[in-house]
């Protein structure tokens, strides 16, 4: 497995490109740690797509070179890699047997009998394909034919890395949850480098331990999800990772915080003085999740009305108006609302500031 390194990587569909719009993958420079498991997020054209046929060989990158622990693989083609990829839909041999699919990849390389069966028969197992290794790919469902295309981008243990197309797109949706659980369960047995494109969030979020958010062909963040849920380091991410995403409002410097049409919302005192220090336009930030919602007996907050309650089963999210901007808060349903004047607590441990569109940060 291998370290992969993107350095001053860019492309353009365009034969001349004539500014930045042009470009599908904008200058990026990063490191993708060896034996981690990586997955693309972004809406659709944010240029996931072409970062992976990059990074596999698929595509050449008008700009800047792909290095795999530390050798240049920028002009190899795909099969000089050492890697191996799961595309959106199964590419299996039809008339070959699953055991003869999966087998397939290891005979092409010479491995000896004895290993190519005792891989089979373990990636059979992690994928449950044991009881139709006998059987023709063609007569099983389109969910056993991914597996198997799975499988054959896992049988390999030398492979620098995996890469996976979307590769759940034409699963079944209620056999999704359990292949992304394997494959997380795979990557913590095997240590393999995998890089996943996805445009669900769940998807990226269950399965991987970085998850690489991209937008307008730009890296906005790396993070655990952890992180991009608690401190998304650009409104984009904010709103576009959670359900729903971050509150983000327009603001400027308060006394211990910031102003939202005149509503004090303080901030944390290391915070502070980044405040008074940040250039551009500032938004203060809040996950649904964080806001608190109180009647007038509790002390501090700011008045709000409330608007709509959708109950979601387990929850529910409350949109109030503060002046002529809408929150979402997210309460959990045992949680009872509360009844007559309104107000709205914002935790100053939550409540993230950015100044055009970056997060400010106190440390
Ligand atoms: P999706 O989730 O819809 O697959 P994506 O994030 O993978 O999108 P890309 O497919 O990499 O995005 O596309 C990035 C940009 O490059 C888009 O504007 C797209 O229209 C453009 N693009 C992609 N492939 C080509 C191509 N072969 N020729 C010209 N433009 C292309």
């Known amino acids: 497995m291998a370290l992969i390194e993107l350095k001053n990587l860019a492309h353009s569909y365009h034969p001349h490109p004539a500014g930045e719009n042009d470009y599908a993958l904008r200058r990026m420079n990063h490191s993708w740690q060896d034996g981690r498991a990586y997955a693309l997020l972004g809406p659709s054209g944010c240029g996931k797509t072409t970062l992976l046929n990059i990074i596999s060989g698929l595509q050449k990158p008008s700009e800047g070179q792909v290095l795999f622990d530390g050798l240049e693989v920028t002009a190899l083609p795909p099969e ?42 373990e990636v059979a197992e992690m994928l ?49 949850w359990s292949l992304r659980r394997k494959l997380k369960q795979i990557h913590a047995r095997f240590k393999l480098t995998m890089v996943y494109v996805t445009h669900d969030q769940l998807e990226a979020l269950t399965f991987a331990d970085q998850v690489v958010v991209m937008h307008a ?49 303080a901030l944390e005192p290391r915070l502070l003085q980044a405040a008074a220090d940040a250039q551009g336009n500032l938004e203060v930030g809040i996950r649904p999740e964080f806001l608190q919602l109180a009647d007038t007996a509790r002390p501090g907050g700011v008045p709000v009305e409330l608007c709509t309650v ?42 993230r500031l950015y100044a055009d569109s970056h997060l400010v940060s106190g440390d």
């Open 80 to 121: 000089q890699r050492n890697i191996a990829q799961v595309f959106q839909f199964p590419v299996i041999y039809d008339t070959m047997t699953v055991f003869d699919n999966l087998a397939f990849p290891l005979r092409n390389r010479g491995v000896a009998v004895t290993q190519v069966r005792r891989r089979v028969k």
């Open 128 to 176: 449950e394909l044991s009881e139709v290794l006998n059987k023709r790919a063609a007569n099983l469902s389109a969910d056993a034919k991914q597996k198997i295309s799975l499988g054959r981008g896992l049988v390999r243990s030398d492979v620098a890395a995996i890469l996976f197309d979307e590769p759940l797109t034409v699963i079944d949706p209620h056999l999704k």
């Open 217 to 265: 062909g730009q890296v906005v963040q790396i993070g655990s999800p952890q992180e991009l849920f608690e401190t998304p380091s650009h409104t984009f991410v904010g709103y576009f990772i959670g359900s729903p995403g971050m509150n983000i409002m327009p603001c400027r410097l308060g006394v211990n915080g910031v102003q939202v049409e005149g509503f004090e919302i």
């Open 310 to 351: 959708e109950d979601l089963g387990t929850y529910r999210i409350v949109t109030v108006a503060m002046g002529s901007q809408q929150l979402k808060i997210k309460l959990d349903e045992a949680v009872p609302l509360p009844g007559g004047s309104l107000r709205v607590h914002f935790p100053p441990a939550w409540t």
